[in-house]
């Protein structure tokens, strides 16, 4: 079926759903996750996608967990074209199960920080940032939407994960109150968030992104649904910005990397592994020693 995210609007009320499964599982795969490391990024990432949703092509958004817990800081880059990859520093972290026998995520990301950046094109980048107020990421997205942004809104945010350490499920929903909302409204969607399963059950009863949102705005006057995009884990990362990084370490760094005989460097958002040999290595130093002589023959 694929991973998607769909939006929908209504009077005075917009949401939009996200199927994350696939993309949840390319994480662990890609990070190796543990259970509870696989509920963390992929509730981040997926979060991470929501609020990517609303911006414009080329734009967008880096959403940072970083609380004190055993996972370490929780990092998701995401666009509205459906692209996201993410990672955290403890990959391997885990937790005995709560008493209700859900992942303790909340306690494996700790008390910290939220940070978000919105990356618009024209201007510099704008960070916002709140306190976290239960490590769960769903009730601390909300949390600092109303706290810095003044954006009353709901969200959840959920992934199960299987026996065997896959993900069985994942997927979210966000829903923001537009101002010109009437009170019978607020209450029909308010009894519909309160009523809604947990996401992750509802996706692993096969349901899709539409479904959710249909029982979220049900009742809603004027409930339309708009664009539906793909969704899949995707890295920036090449062998030329490698290459660029590098380069940029200085003449002395890449003698040394050739004296080792070679190279590995590995991209931190997706794991991928980027092999140099020493002729590889031998050709960036010539690259650098170029630019070097050029730089001192112009001045620069
Ligand atoms: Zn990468």
Not at 187 to 214: C, M, R
Request: aromatic share 6%; hydrophobic share 40%; net charge negative.
């Amino acid at each position: 079926m694929g991973d998607v995210l769909t939006k929908a609007i209504a009077k005075g009320v917009r949401a939009y759903a996200s199927v994350t499964t696939d993309t949840v599982n390319e994480a662990i795969t890609r990070h190796k996750l543990s259970p509870l490391a696989a509920a963390a990024l992929g509730r981040t990432m997926t979060g991470a996608l929501l609020l990517a949703a609303n911006l414009k092509n080329k734009e967008a958004v880096t959403l940072k967990i970083a609380g004190d817990g055993v996972l370490g800081k929780i990092t998701a880059d995401a666009t509205p074209e459906g692209y996201v990859r993410g990672f955290l520093e403890n990959p391997a972290a885990n937790l005995p199960l709560k008493s209700d026998g859900k992942l303790a995520v909340g306690a494996g990301v700790g008390r910290g920080f939220l940070f978000l950046t919105r990356f618009t094109g024209l201007k510099e980048p704008v960070t916002g940032s709140a306190e976290l107020i239960s490590g769960e990421i769903a009730e601390d997205i909300t949390n600092y939407l109303f706290v810095s942004e003044q954006t009353p809104s709901s969200v959840g945010l959920g992934v199960l994960v299987d026996t065997d350490g896959a993900a069985k499920a994942a997927g979210g929903f966000f829903l923001q109150t537009l101002p010109d909302i009437d009170d019978e409204i607020l209450n029909i969607v308010e009894e519909n968030i309160k009523k809604l399963p947990p996401v992750s059950t509802l996706i692993s009863e096969g349901k899709s992104a539409e479904d959710i949102l249909k029982l979220l705005l049900n009742g809603a006057p004027d409930f339309e649904m708009l664009t539906k995009t793909d969704v899949s884990f995707r890295c920036k990362c090449s062998r030329e910005r490698i290459e660029e990084v590098l380069i940029s370490t200085g003449e002395k760094e890449l003698k040394s990397l050739i004296a080792d005989g070679r190279a590995e460097v590995v991209c931190h958002f997706c794991g991928e592994k980027y092999e140099f040999n020493k002729d590889d290595l031998e050709m960036l130093l010539r690259v650098t020693e170029k630019a070097k002589k050029w730089k001192e023959e112009h001045g620069i």
